[in-house]
């Protein structure tokens, strides 16, 4: 007979931790929360201390069924949900509805057997104060959006929501679109000079940097020629040269939006894809002769702690492999106020399951992300990056030009990884100057000016807006990726070639949420409600003072709002084309899943079709004569042809009206991970590269 029952929340971890126990305990899932708030009514009694009613998920009924039936045959029943608010919501829900007296709960922060022994032999109780914290959410949640989205759906149109993080997400976007709109360009200009000791001597560059001791400011181009025209006349001699040894230490293993932020980055994941694989290699997956296991830590945390078995066994590796050199010292790794220090950061379960051993029994994009992990990880235990720095100042009668050489002197953790922030020549790639000594006279091979403006802050990407929400301390790592899902699929924003886009309806809520009901929008205010919520869980602070302090002001913000905001008529937006069936012009319109094309004479004619967005440009595909259209799937937008499926062009990147010198195919814009646009060839064995774009919003 076995010796317990094991609740988890995902059938993949039942799967893995069943084959770690075998026969000795049962282990079933829950799939997920089995309770919950109803749908169709507030379900919090405001009058009673808030006091939820849960009802059972529908289609769940059938799973507690089966998880009271196996229960009753078990003395031991272990809740095993994910190590977070939400799983010890979901332990508390289950312990409910279960009708034992009895029950034990185990964390699992990885899945492997020594973690599950561990935790069987060390059960606890469920905490009560994480669960009123995660209650606390969940109905200000309710609140929030059952009062306030019928106010919008009155007001502006139908199917709207506001939320608490959703909307403060959303204003961001909107402001800085406003930042962008708003910002005036000013010109620059800079000027290096190509220099060498000696004739036929390898040359370098020196930027100029000052005039007179004051620092150089270009503003024209007519200033930048007077300037080159002294240059050409100046004798340039070595003034300084300063060497010094620089380290750079490693960056501290993954917390959950450093992953979502280098995932996108460095391997062009968006934040729920980050995610979802992440939750498998958590889960457990088939690794061949070890059988099922766990390759990560628990992917939701904030966190960047590692435990000491993990840190010794790290540097044993890193000695074994890189020699004792290599081997880093004790870091303590803060993690910021508030985070949940039980935790650990994203770590691989084993460092010696190095991703090439086990590559073959991964897809494509779980090695690829857990590959990022590992190395992230071994490097943050790695010795610092040691750099020999040269810099030479270098006159020129009055003028002073600057010049840096860089030297590898001693690779650490960058043998292994390098933070793609930091992937811009100043980590493992040299920049050599040759030997300079002070009074020494150089010759100018070439000098050159090169005119800037300056840039709006760019739009947010996913990654960038986590890293600001995280930055302000909104929201949380279980909350990061449905908030960029939901702020699209509510049409408040689009994510096109990568970056964030306000939508029309997206800024007029958010201008009508600033007006009206200002604290629901205040950054400060959403991030006190964090905090607050971190309180309850500690045990410092009552839950229901919490509801009481936002729910009064809310509600009189509201009724007054009732009376205030007039009808919003938003001015459909017209598009290019006319209705087939009665030759009115088609309007675009926002549904559920995104824009579709309807027509104006609505409700005469009820003609309406995806919206596929001319770009304006013909198909590049030779004798095709349809145009490019924008179009958007599960995985974002893309590029087709309107004479889809007679012409099967498709890309990814929007496509430009010129063609590629060397196989004549068209070409695309594409963005790098630094924010500059350039033109790519279609083709990727062909890799053709133009000129960086200034404006990638008219090809």
Known sequence: MSKGLIIVESPAKARTIQKFVSNKYVVKASLG???????????????NNFEPRYLVIRGKASIIKELKESAAKHKNVYLAPDPDREGEAIAWHLSEVLNKNDVSRIELHEITKPALEKAL?????IDMDRVKAQQTRRILDRLLGYELSPLLWKKISGGLSAGRVQSVAVRLIVEREKEIQ???????WSIDAVLSKHEGDFPFEASLVQKDSEKIKISNEDEASKILEELKKSYFKVKDVTRKEQRKNPSPPFITSSLQQEASRKLGFRVYRTMMIAQQLYEGLDIGSEGT????TYMRTDSPRISDIARAETLKFIKQKFGEAFEGPIRQYKAKPGAQEAHEAVRPTSIYRDPESIKGYLSRDQFRLYKLIWERFLASQMASCIMDVEIADISADGYLLR???????????????????EDNGENGEEKKLPPLVPDELLNLLELKDKQHFTQPPPRYTEASLIKTLEEKGIGRPSTYAPIVETIQKRGYAELLEKRFHPTKIGGIVTDLLIKNFPTIVNVDFTAEVEGELDKIEEGTMEWVKVLNDFYKPFKESLVTAQDAISKIVIEPELSDEVCPTCGKQMAIKRGRFGTFLACTGYPECKTNRLNNRGIGLKCPEEGC????????????????????????FVSWYRPTDKRCTRCGKVMVLRST???KTFMHCIDKDCKAVNSEVNNPESP
């Open 33 to 47: 929360h089995i309770r919950d708030l109803p749908k169709s009514t507030m379900g919090v009694d405001i009058e």
């Open 121 to 125: 032999s060390n059960p606890s109780k």
């Open 182 to 188: 708003d910002f005036q360009p000013e010109e620059y």
């Open 293 to 296: 296991v766990g390759l990560i």
């Open 403 to 421: 010049a840096q050489g860089t030297t590898v002197k001693f690779p650490g953790y960058t043998a292994v990884y390098v933070e793609s922030k």
């Open 625 to 648: 004569t349809g145009k490019v259209v924008q179009r958007r799937s599960r995985k974002g937008v893309f590029y087709g042809c309107s004479r889809y499926p007679d012409c099967k």
């Open 673 to 675: 991970k630094n924010g």
